[in-house]
């Protein structure tokens, strides 16, 4: 007997764009000609090395393609063995590593429309999150408004770390677009590397950047608790994608524990 009962959701698999030139299609003629003509590299999220053991099973990779690049091997490894109903895309392009905030917002239009295109268009099993810029949250709004009509696009995709923690203030128009489209806020595990993954500083080994990110989702549910962000937006769903789970009931003890006796 299965343990995987048919028709479950798959709330968190990685399609990869397989280079940057496959999103040249989907850039503004004026973002086109500066990646051309400046030979921008490739963004490539760090958060899943190709090489790394961890990326993809040894079974599943195939010679000369990029993991997770390719439609036709999702369907046939990840969605019709498990009979998974729906999957929802959770594409985690270096979008968030550029310092230039209308590049940022570009490339987040970029990979959002290749993946309703290359990706939802041809597959009616798979869901996507919306990819923001979060270097601005006005602009990032803008790209939620522009994607929230396409009904595929069924919550907004957040890194846990990035220039602040994330119930400031400066973040809240974001909360509000999703409370006010009635579209969920995903917070993934990964970094824009503005800050060292560890209050200590940077660590040496991946190994390390890869267990701290128990310790960021920590640190954004705290912010998001003590900045009031849940008050403010009493409707909006938050949810915690591949952080753990077995770190809540001890942090949320002992945040409740000294918020006693510091609320002032």
Wanted: hydrophobic share 45%.
């Amino acid at each position: 007997m299965s343990l995987i009962e048919p028709g479950g959701i798959d709330c968190d698999i990685h399609p990869a764009v397989p280079n940057l030139k496959a999103l040249l299609p989907y850039l503004s003629d004026h973002w086109r000609d500066i990646v051309v003509q400046r030979g921008v590299h490739e963004l490539e999220s760090i958060a899943y090395p190709a090489n790394s053991p961890l990326t993809a099973r040894p079974d599943w990779r195939q010679p000369g393609v990029k993991p997770g690049s390719d439609l036709d091997a999702l369907r046939t490894q990840a969605l019709t063995p498990f009979g998974t109903s729906l999957a929802i895309c959770n594409c985690l392009y270096g979008v968030q590593l550029l310092f230039s905030e209308d590049m940022g917002a570009g490339f987040a239009r970029a990979v959002n429309d290749w993946m309703a295109k290359e990706w939802l268009d041809k597959e009616p099993r798979l869901r996507a999150s919306i990819v923001v810029p979060m270097q601005n949250p006005e602009l990032a709004v803008e790209e939620i408004e522009r994607v929230a009509p396409d009904r595929r696009f069924v919550q907004i995709l957040l890194l846990v770390m990035h220039d602040m923690p994330l119930g400031k203030r400066h973040y809240w128009p974001i909360y509000a677009a999703a409370e006010r489209l009635g579209l969920p806020v995903g917070i993934h595990a990964g970094s824009a590397y503005r800050h060292p993954v560890t209050p200590l500083g940077w660590p040496t080994y991946y190994t390390e950047d890869y267990a701290a990110q128990a310790q960021a989702f920590q640190a954004a549910l705290s912010s998001l608790i003590c900045e009031g962000v849940f008050t403010k937006f009493p409707e909006l769903m938050v949810v915690l994608l591949e952080s753990g789970f077995t770190w809540l009931p001890a942090h949320l003890w002992r945040l409740t524990k000294f918020w006693r006796g510091l609320r002032i």
